[in-house]
Every structure is written in C-alpha cells, then in structure tokens.
C-alpha cells in the first residue's frame, strides 16, 4: 500500500492537525507539557514546514518525518549533515510500509541535494538498519543520586562502562531517543510550574517564548550577566563565586560567549545560531546555563525537573569541571549525563566521582559524500541538546 503514498511536505492548512497527533502522541500521554513546536521551532514550527516531510493517501496523512539541517565541524572541517527525527505514522496505517516509504525517498533526496550524511536516534532494533541505516553510538548515559550517594573515584575502565541496567521501550514510529532509551522519563507534574516555554498554538510565535518563573519552588534562574549567590531559597543552582552564572537558556543572550568556548575546547561540534542556543530539548520542562567564566571557562547545558537534572553538554577547559560538577548535583536527588564515551568531562567524572555508566545504542547514520565515508565517522557524538 506504501506505493500509493504521494510525498511532498507539510503545507501551513495542515501544519496545526499534523502538530496535534504529534503532540498528542509524544507531549500529552506522557506527562509533558507544551509544544513540540516550541521545543523544536527549527524543525517543526510554522516557518519550517518545507523540513516536515510526509506522506499522504487521498489526501490523509499518513505518515511524518522532520528534518533538520546543520552543521557539523570536525577540527574545522565541515560537514553539512541533516538531522531525521519525529518519525510517525497513524495507528490505524502502521504496519503497511508507509514509513519506511517515506523515509527511503527522503535519505534519497538529501543525498542528491549534497548532504555528506544524515543521522537519526532510535531504540527500535531491525527496522532502521533493514532500510540502511548504520548503527553507530559512542554515546553513555551516567547516573548519580548526590543526596544519597556522596562522589567518590570510580573503577570502571573509561573505555568500558559498567552496564547499569536496560534500556526501555520506545513507541515504535518515533525515530528520536525518547528519555526511556536516553534518559529516564521526567516526572509528570498535575500543573505546568516548571515550562519556560508556552505551549505553541497553530497562530502563536512558538520562536518568541516568554520565562515563566516556576511557583512555589525556590527561583532558579538569575538575570542574564549577574552572579547567582547563595540563599537559604535557592537550593537548586546557587553559588558565591561571581564568576559562576546560572540562566535560562531560552532568554540567554550570552550564547557568544558560549559558542566560543565550544569552538576553543569541542574538537567536535555542531555550529549553533541564536536560535539553537535557545533550544529547550526533551525530556525536562526547563533548561539552564551553568557558566564559569575567567581564564578557564566551562560551560553545562542542562535540564531540570524539580530535583532531577538532565546534562545535555558540558564544553569547556577542564579546570572548570569541578565547579561546573558542584554545581550540577547541588539539591538534586539524581543527575544523569549525556556524554561521548572517553570525551574529557566523561573521563573527568570515571576518575573523581561514583557516577555509573551504561553504553547507548541509538544513533543511526547514512553517509552520502565520499568525504563522510572515509572519515572517523564512527567516532562522531551529536550532543543531546541539538538533537531532534
């Protein structure tokens, strides 16, 4: 029946419907809240529906993929890759090839429209690699209960982490690693108290969010340029230290300075506008900035669900992870990092603290140039935080 299928993208009348299966699926019956719109502005907002692809029958859609443009550095050389995620079929079409039909015309696509390569992030085993995609993740997740389990050296090889359980299940149309293979799943809230992002509308701005500051929790951010100092109500990020800041990353305007410490210390990197640097990814509500500024700067990305942090990067020189460390596990009752096996903070956090390890087995690639082909590929780790 796939053959049947007519491919095009998502057109502005059919942006708002197409929006609220998805959000339906993958925001609503797991406990989030807002948008995927709003979360993912550069893939699935309004002004980006040429990069929602789909495939209808009679007019109906049936199935989805969006994709996201970018640009990967490695040691300066650059590589233009496309990022596929949000891969979605209708629960009464699955099971008839439809996705597999969409997305074996889309790689086709990409790779005639000069991309070297495109990667997705997916638990589901067997279907992605039957339709040529190569697995490949030199990603770990860790994890760390601080208020229980104080740091302490580790003992496990860097090389080779400790396995520390299973992954979970994965809804089986949805390409991107969902928290149950990536990160384990944010507590569900009865209100949204901790979204720094409205939920978008078919209408709205979903590029223009405005903070929301959480109620009845202890404030977590403060004003862009100031030092966040230590409270008896800031028990979640607070420091004395005035060159240690702690700020929201949708209202961050300190992305600059960010960048460029991400260009001085990621060998490795995907090259971020403003609007990147503004990204608020899966799983947690709310995502922060943890800076350290002067001659050794360093910098976290992170998500927060009330005590539960989620690392999406850490970049910078390595005198800043202590610091940077401190002030992630401050309050919290568990962090998990997502980091590249032997990247300089994964190797910092084996030899200083009891964080454990577990290998991931999610990204998926489809190398189209000559150049991609004969690179270290294997070794390349999106980060979570530019991940869709």
């Known amino acids: 029946m796939s053959n049947n299928l007519t491919l095009g993208t998502c057109s502005l009348a059919e942006w708002p419907t197409l929006l609220a299966a998805l959000d339906a699926t993958f925001i609503t019956t797991r406990g989030r809240h807002g948008s995927l719109a709003a979360r993912y502005p550069s893939a699935l ?128 149309h949805f390409s991107r690693a969902t928290e149950d293979t990536h990160f384990p799943a944010a507590t569900a809230t009865t209100e949204d108290t901790h979204f720094s992002r409205p939920a978008a509308t078919a209408t709205g701005d979903t590029h223009q969010p405005q903070l929301r500051t959480p109620t009845g929790l202890p404030q977590l951010r403060t004003p862009i340029g100031h030092a966040a100092t230590a409270t008896t109500e800031d028990t979640h990020f607070s420091d004395t230290s005035e060159d240690t800041h702690v700020s929201d990353t949708t209202q961050d305007t300190r992305w600059p300075a960010l960048a460029a410490i991400q260009q001085t210390y990621a060998t490795r990197r995907v090259l971020r506008d403003a609007a990147a640097w503004r990204a608020l990814p899966l799983p947690a509500p709310s995502c922060a900035v943890v800076s350290v500024t002067g001659p050794t700067p360093g910098y976290a990305l992170v998500g927060e669900d009330d005590t539960t942090r989620y690392v999406y990067e850490v970049a910078g020189a390595p005198q800043s992870f202590p610091e940077l460390w401190q002030r992630l596990q401050r309050g ?9 096996l032997a990247s300089d903070f994964q190797r910092w956090l084996v030899a200083n603290t009891a964080v454990t390890w577990r290998p991931q087995t999610l990204a998926h690639w489809q190398l189209f140039s000559p150049r991609a082909q004969r690179a270290a590929w294997r070794e390349w780790h999106i980060p979570w935080f530019d991940r869709i």
């Open 45 to 172: 907002g309004a002004t980006h529906l040429d990069q929602l692809h789909v495939g209808k029958l009679q007019g109906d859609i049936l199935t989805c993929c969006a994709v996201r443009p970018f640009d990967w550095l490695v040691a300066e050389e650059h590589f233009r890759g496309a990022m596929v995620g949000m891969v979605y079929t209708q629960p009464a079409a699955r099971g008839q090839g439809h996705a597999g039909a969409l997305l074996s015309a889309l790689v086709a696509q990409l790779a005639q429209q000069g991309y070297d390569f495109a990667v997705l992030w997916s638990g589901l085993e067997g279907f992605y690699q039957r339709l040529g995609w190569m697995p490949n993740d030199p990603g770990v997740l860790g994890s760390l209960a601080p208020a229980t389990t104080p740091p302490a050296p580790a003992t496990q090889d860097t090389h080779r982490p400790a396995a520390t359980g299973t992954a979970g299940t994965e809804d089986t």
């Open 332 to 340: 919290a009752s568990r962090v998990w990092v997502n980091e590249r």
